[in-house]
């Protein structure tokens, strides 16, 4: 079965210093997620992106953060400066049509 | 705001016998989709089931089945037959057809624990 591949499954980090995460969607696939979850907490939303461009934020998603798309088959996150409050499981997911999310087994992210 | 409350932190289920986990949202929006996603401890995000709001059949996938009630707001889900490996989070989500990207709005999870 297909699946989202997401790497590292974990990396530790400096405060301060730049992250980038990543994810392969599955290849047919055309909406690409990034998800959020802080430990214990629920799941957030952070950007949804197509067409190569990004289709919606949230508020969390501020100017510390980017996305792209830079080889067609990669889709990254990049959060600049690295806080505290960073620290969290990190999901990409994709989809084909409105049937529903594949997700990557997610990255975690500790910022120290 | 679009908000999705499920009251029951924790559940705990005898091996075999059947559990209902609740969920309930709140929308202004007559066309939706709504979710269930597994989370073991692996952290993996595995979808369980989904319903269309237009539909009046509850969905079903093997063991697992949903109530949706759209007038009062409400998408439960049923575990018939619990299995040891069925123990994990469980959130419910929520995706309105509007927003065009489809993002999901979760909830904050049930923990189910299945007892030997």
């Known amino acids: 079965e297909p699946e989202v591949t997401q790497t590292p499954s974990h990396q530790v980090t400096q405060m301060g210093q730049e992250v980038i995460l990543r994810c392969v969607p599955i290849s047919n696939h055309l909406y690409f997620y990034w998800y959020r979850q802080i430990l214990g907490q629920k799941v957030e939303f952070l950007v949804s992106f197509y067409n190569n461009e990004i289709s919606e934020k949230s508020e969390i998603f501020d100017d510390q953060f980017s996305v792209e798309r830079p080889d067609g088959s990669n889709f990254t996150l990049k959060i600049r400066s690295t806080k505290l409050e960073d620290s969290a499981m990190y999901f990409c997911?994709?989809?084909?049509?409105?049937?529903?999310?594949?997700f990557g087994s997610g990255t975690r992210l500790t910022v120290v | 705001a679009q908000t999705v409350t499920q009251s029951q932190p924790e559940m705990s289920v005898q091996e075999a016998e059947t559990v209902t986990l609740s969920c309930t949202y709140d929308t202004s929006e007559s066309d939706y989709y709504l979710f269930w996603y597994k989370q073991p401890p692996s952290r993996q995000m595995i979808l369980v089931i989904r319903?269309?709001?237009?539909?009046?059949q509850n969905a079903t996938e093997n063991r697992f089945s949903v109530n949706f009630q759209k007038a009062a707001k409400s998408f439960s889900l049923k575990i018939s037959d619990s299995q040891l490996g069925d123990a994990a989070m469980y959130f419910c989500?929520?995706?309105?057809?509007?927003?065009?990207?489809?993002?999901?709005?979760f909830g904050t999870g049930t923990r189910l624990k299945v007892l030997a």
């Open positions: 319903q269309e709001a237009y539909k009046q």
């Open positions: 989500a929520y995706s309105p057809y509007t927003s065009g990207t489809y993002k999901y709005i």
């Open positions: 997911a994709s989809r084909e049509d409105s049937y529903g999310y594949t």
